[in-house]
């Protein structure tokens, strides 16, 4: 197999502030729509986390994540602390991965998402089931596949700000 | 996708360590989740937030709550007609028992007053309709759209038309959440209507109930149907809880299994009549059964006085 390169990547504008806001305030939103137990729905904020976490490691990491956490845990009606800590984790493992993850093709990108989406549903899991709730099934794990699957479309949606017009200008350096 | 300024120079300040800020941020998680779980200390902030943010949940729900608007508004109308027919049918079938229910309430006043037993309290109740389950997968929760401001109180009984819910557990100003039978947390003290056996259920997750404490020989039966005592000073005596579906009689435990199915709709959506808050009133003397009776259980437990 060839060696990654991450040479035939588009040069991008910087990331507007605003937009990153935006993004996870939508994701929040997306969160917010009641889905009545259906199991494969995934968590868009810690989606849409792990994509800056990624991307803009210095601008969003776990200050914000843990800001995020506490506003799942009241919407969705939760133990308090349960989604902030698994949030944490998520972008101190997002945030560490980011300069390696990067180098991979998109698919071999989500193979990364993938296990971090798990490791945060089974933090959360360790959290509730140390209070004694109930387990919620095997399925209820499927969203972070889905979620993993998604990460194709979502670079492209939240980079899409970012991509400059192409240009073909033979005497510019780079 | 290359990041400009991923590595800065040392000399540009970038805050604490990331792993000083993990365990930062680990540990205020780790205490909230301490102080939420074991003292329940942060029911307040909980209100405060939850109502800022209810505005936004409600906008939220709109495109669900159109869809559903959009589904019913095409049901044919064949099946409106057949459902009329139905409730038509059925509420000709209680005629009989409605007709004769404020007699049979008048009777009931004479005779306790006869016997000098303390009056039934009569039940009274608000409507509110079901918003929305809960997300969080751990618990078995909905929301209603009646809160505070329609005098709804934790600790209140929410049935349906076939029998009871669940139990009202926290209250917003605009908004109540109901945690439903089934939940792993929720207890009910019930009695066997065949025989008055008491005892407790709680919620077994998976959309059923299950009958603790009982002993391996208890005398219950598969489809012998539970109803609320009433012991616990909350629930109304006679509602209809459960009936039992599965019974497991292993001698080498002291108690027998029971699973139960709950009577009500728990988990379907809909409408629920919140009834009005009991008054806890000392229990009527009853004598010649004093039989040991089960009090684990979280609700239970408050009740025995």
């Keep these: 197999m060839n060696q990654p390169t991450n040479r035939s990547n588009r040069i991008l504008l910087p990331a507007r502030n605003w937009f990153i806001a935006f993004s996870l305030a939508t994701a929040l939103f997306l969160n917010l729509i009641p889905v009545d137990r259906l199991p494969l729905i995934p968590d868009w904020v810690a989606l849409v986390l792990i994509f800056w976490c990624v991307h803009q490691p210095l601008k969003v990491s776990m200050g914000a994540a843990f800001a995020l956490g506490l506003a799942m845990d009241i919407v969705d009606a939760s133990i308090m602390g349960q989604h902030g800590l698994a949030y944490v984790l998520l ?4 945030g560490g991965l980011s300069k390696r993850i990067l180098w991979f093709p998109l698919m071999l990108q989500a193979a990364h998402v993938l296990p971090m989406m798990l490791g945060a549903q089974l933090v959360m899991m360790a959290a509730r089931m140390a209070g004694g709730a109930e387990f919620p099934g095997v399925l209820w794990l499927l969203s972070s596949v889905v979620a993993a699957a998604l990460w194709y479309p979502l670079t492209y949606l939240l980079l899409l700000p970012q991509y400059r017009p192409v240009e073909k200008d033979a005497n510019r350096p780079i | 996708m290359s990041v400009v300024g991923h ?3 040392p000399f540009f300040k970038r805050g604490p360590a990331p792993l000083a800020r993990l365990a930062f941020f680990t540990a205020l998680s780790l205490l909230l989740l301490v102080a939420d779980l074991r003292f329940h200390t942060l029911e307040w902030a909980r209100l405060v937030l939850t109502t800022v943010v209810w505005p936004l949940q409600r906008v939220a729900q709109m495109p669900a709550e159109a869809g559903e608007g959009a589904t019913r508004y095409f049901a044919s109308l064949v099946k409106v007609q057949e459902e009329n027919e139905a409730l038509r049918d059925r509420s000709l079938t209680t005629a009989n028992r409605l007709l004769r229910q404020d007699h049979l309430e008048n009777e009931n006043r004479r005779l306790r007053a006869l016997l000098d037993m303390k009056e039934r309290q009569p039940a009274e109740g608000r409507v509110a309709d079901i918003l929305y389950a809960a997300r969080d997968p751990f618990s078995r929760r909905v929301v209603i759209d009646k809160g505070q401001q329609a005098g709804i109180e ?9 029998g009871v819910v669940g139990q009202v557990t926290r209250v917003f100003p605009l908004a109540a959440e109901i945690t439903l039978l089934t939940d792993k947390d929720q207890a009910i003290p019930v009695q066997v209507q065949r025989n008055g056996l008491r005892a407790v259920a709680a919620g077994a997750g998976a959309g059923t109930l299950e009958l603790k404490f009982l002993a391996a020989n208890a005398e219950v039966q598969i489809g ?8 616990d000073g909350l629930y109304l005596p006679g509602l209809p809880v459960a009936k039992i579906a599965h ?6 435990f002291a108690f027998a299994r029971i699973r139960c199915e709950p009577m009500a709709g728990v988990e379907r959506h809909g409408h629920v009549l919140v009834l ?3 008054q806890v009133m000392a229990q009527p003397e009853e004598p010649a059964e004093a039989s040991e009776k089960p009090t684990k259980g979280r609700k239970a437990r408050r009740a025995a006085p």
């Design chain 2, 247 to 252: 019974i497991d009689r292993d001698n080498s």
């Design chain 2, 7 to 9: 590595t800065p120079p």
């Design chain 2, 276 to 278: 009005g808050k009991r």
């Design chain 1, 91 to 94: 972008a101190f493992v997002a």
């Design chain 2, 154 to 162: 934790p600790g209140q009984v929410a049935i349906d038309d076939l």
């Design chain 2, 224 to 231: 012998d149907v539970l109803v609320t005592s009433g012991l």
